[in-house]
């Protein structure tokens, strides 16, 4: 999304960074990628690392929760029923929430991930329920629910209910059982008849615990959608740089080998590498003394070829055209020579000459030549009847020993040496257009059968450097070659005549989308597993692990943790809009549940909580209703008056500042406490308890356990 910039002489307003945390940005942002069946299949997997956390805790729970019961119970014999249900009961739900740990099954089936939560809820909540009654019935005990808000806590931040709102649906229904359970059996026996205040505080009690599942749900998706885009970004920059670099080979080695080449890149990276450490990037010592040494290959050939008529072309077509035609014609040698394992070394004008042999050694470097040789004569009479122009080829070819290595220093330039490069060079010159001048040593390297074979020129007999050294020549024909190989005379248009699907450097959406899947699958979710193995799985990743501590996720370097405990929190008015909510609800119950003698003092500070409760909401969210009022047209730039400007320079400095965010968070906490503390005064209590003894009247003399 494009920035949402509003300027004026007063401020200037920025939501742009802000943007990026929100829910439905995300969201739409995974389907323009195409993520959301990737994002899917790795929430699948974390909500299942999620499950296998619940399991271990809630075995943990359910022993301590048996174990106190048999120790403190003055009626033993009366609980052996709900230490049976609540163990019985446990069983049940991890059978059946691991139905989910079998991913592929869970994956094709993705019904079976929201069917085995809800029935374990509805499970959980039965048994709950199923303990209270029977002890209603059975020992005359009106009994508070025990599991009611641990539950709701689990149907938030454990059951594998990817969808938000199938979560709440689910967090809603057992809410709805529980307060049906408390107005028919607790309310009527602690509670005097029509006492709708008491009860609407039981209701608001389930409203603020599905508030905040909600909210874990939410921020939850927005961060794992965060990181899971963060992520994809990663994976395609590398692939992006990696298909850069292989590029980059290509050309390098297109120009320069790689034996030679290596060097002079590792002498790059390192003296990059100086550099970010604040080094002085300077030259390894010996790198250009190692590609500057000279390289001897004994056993290789040397192909020149030059354009016969280049010179009358150039008086009598106009320089446009002669380029094209000039690169045509090369581009079509480069791919034959691709095909024929023969490496180019440079163009003089129009000469083109090559060798082969080189890098790699190849024992058939003298048939790569002389098919290369052949295969350009084709094309050059190609080139000649589609442009109509009188050229041709005369080529020659020599078997024998070259130096070779790089010169320069600012640019570097690869060549080769030698006496045999300078035979090469003459025979070319002396050649036959149309025909492909060899030696006989290049001769020796061949089949004669399957060449048509002449004897050399008389020019060649006259060469005195062929002469000095005793150079015996040959003409191969291209015209009558029917023995010669299939490849030779073969036309290459494209790359794709040459297989370039088997080159590395070309991109492919399909293996890059097959990569990407890889990657995902590689991407931590925070299991025991993972804890137990994370030096496994950080060999999926390419850059260095940051050395974060496996239980309290804290970074090892007291840099890198002040550096991200300083980050700004751009998500904090979702917090704000939580403590709005929690203190409303906190208020709402305060007034309804206070004696008259303490209602000033609770109005009081019920209005001095909500007031500061209410401004760091409007000072969360002003920026948000600005953007939703203002920034959906980048040219309608509204004026800002000073009030605005401070709550936007206030947002904006409560989010960058740590000290600010957690003094805040503080202040709120105490005020809760405030607020806590006169609910729960003494009087307030003891006149709570004297009611519901009269109320009681002695009918039900039970005892009530449990807690909300």
């Known amino acids: 999304m494009s920035e949402k910039r509003f300027s004026e002489d007063v401020c200037q307003y920025n939501y742009t960074k802000e943007r990026l945390w929100e829910r439905s940005y995300l969201l739409v942002k995974c389907a323009e990628l195409h993520l959301e069946e990737e994002y899917r299949l790795y929430q699948a997997r974390l909500w299942s690392s999620f499950l296998g956390v619940f399991c271990l805790l809630h075995v943990l729970i359910t022993i301590a929760h048996c174990v106190i019961l048999l120790l403190t119970c003055d009626h033993i014999h009366m609980i052996i029923a709900d230490v049976v249900i609540y163990l019985a009961t446990s069983f049940v739900i991890l059978t059946i929430l691991g139905i989910n740990f079998c991913e592929n099954f869970a994956r094709r089936h993705s019904w079976i991930t929201y069917m085995s939560s809800v029935v374990a809820a509805l499970a959980f909540v039965s048994a709950d329920i199923f303990q209270g009654t029977y002890h209603y019935y059975t020992h005359d005990w009106a009994l508070d629910t025990f599991y009611d808000t641990y539950i709701i806590y689990i149907i938030y931040m454990f059951l594998p209910m990817p969808i938000i709102s199938g979560a709440l649906l689910l967090g809603v229904t057992v809410s709805v059982v529980y307060i049906t359970y408390f107005g028919i059996y607790i309310a009527t026996e602690y509670y005097m008849a029509y006492d709708y205040a008491r009860f609407s505080v039981y209701i608001v009690h389930h409203v603020c615990f ?168 084709t094309h050059i009479q190609e080139v000649r009847r589609e442009h109509e122009v009188p050229i041709n080829m005369r080529i020659g070819v020599h078997s024998g020993s070259v130096i070779a290595g790089v010169i320069g220093e600012a640019k570097l330039q690869y ?168 203190g409303c609800s906190l208020a709402y119950i305060q007034l309804l549940t206070q004696n008259r003698n303490l209602l000033l003092e609770a109005i009081v500070l019920d209005a001095v909580v909500l007031t500061c409760l209410t401004v760091l909401l409007v000072i969360s969210w002003y920026k948000k209703f600005c953007w939703l009022r203002y920034g959906n047209n980048e040219n309608d730039r509204h004026r800002f008056g000073k009030l605005s400007c401070w709550i936007f320079r206030t947002s904006e400095k409560i989010q960058a500042s740590l000290s600010l965010r957690i003094s ?45």
């Open 415 to 582: 060549d080769i040496w030698g006496t045999d490069v300078t035979i090469a060079n003459h025979l070319e010159s002396t050649g036959t257009p149309g025909f492909v001048h060899v030696s006989a040593s290049t001769l020796k390297e061949l089949e004669p059968s399957e060449y048509t074979i002449i004897p050399g020129t008389d020019a060649a007999l006259e060469d005195p450097v062929l002469g000095k050294n005793n150079i015996t020549t040959f003409l191969i024909s291209a015209q009558t070659s029917h023995h010669s190989p299939s490849r030779s005379l073969e036309r290459i248009d494209s790359y794709a005549d040459i297989d370039i699907y088997a080159r590395p450097d070309i991109y492919r959406s399909k293996t890059i989308n097959e990569e990407l899947r890889q990657e995902f699958r590689m991407m931590p979710v925070c299991s025991f597993k993972q804890i137990f193995s994370c030096r496994k799985r950080n060999q999926s990743i390419d850059l260095p692990s940051p050395g974060v501590t496996k239980f309290c996720l804290v970074y090892r370097d007291s840099n890198l943790e002040c550096k991200y405990l300083h980050s700004p929190d751009l998500m904090f008015k979702y917090s704000m809009l939580l403590a709005w909510s929690m």
């Open 664 to 708: 805040i968070y503080l202040f709120i906490i105490c005020a809760y406490n405030s607020v806590i503390c006169i609910v729960l005064d003494q009087d307030q209590l003891v006149a709570a308890s004297k009611k519901h003894e009269e109320h009681r009247g002695g009918r039900r003399g039970g005892v009530r356990r449990g807690a909300a």
């Open 210 to 377: 599905n508030l905040l599942g909600m909210f874990f749900r939410i921020m939850n998706d927005i961060v794992v959608r965060s990181s899971f885009l963060d992520r994809h970004q990663y994976i395609m920059e590398k692939i992006w740089l990696r298909n850069a670099r292989r590029q980059e080979k290509l050309v390098l080695h297109s120009i320069i080998p790689p034996q030679i080449a290596k060097p002079i890149q590792d002498d790059i990276q390192n003296r990059l590498a100086r550099k970010v450490r604040g080094l002085a990037a300077r030259r390894s010592p010996g790198v250009m003394e190692n590609v500057m040494a000279i390289q001897i290959h004994p056993e290789v050939s040397v192909l020149y070829a030059d354009v016969v008529n280049y010179t009358h072309l150039t008086t009598t077509v106009n320089v446009e055209k002669l380029v094209r035609l000039l690169h045509d014609l090369f581009v079509r040698f480069d791919l034959a020579a691709t095909q024929f394992e023969v490496q180019r070394i440079k163009f003089l004008g129009d000469c083109y000459y090559c060798v082969a042999g080189l890098t790699p050694p190849s024992p058939d470097h003298a048939k790569s030549c002389v098919g290369l040789s052949l295969s350009m004569i």
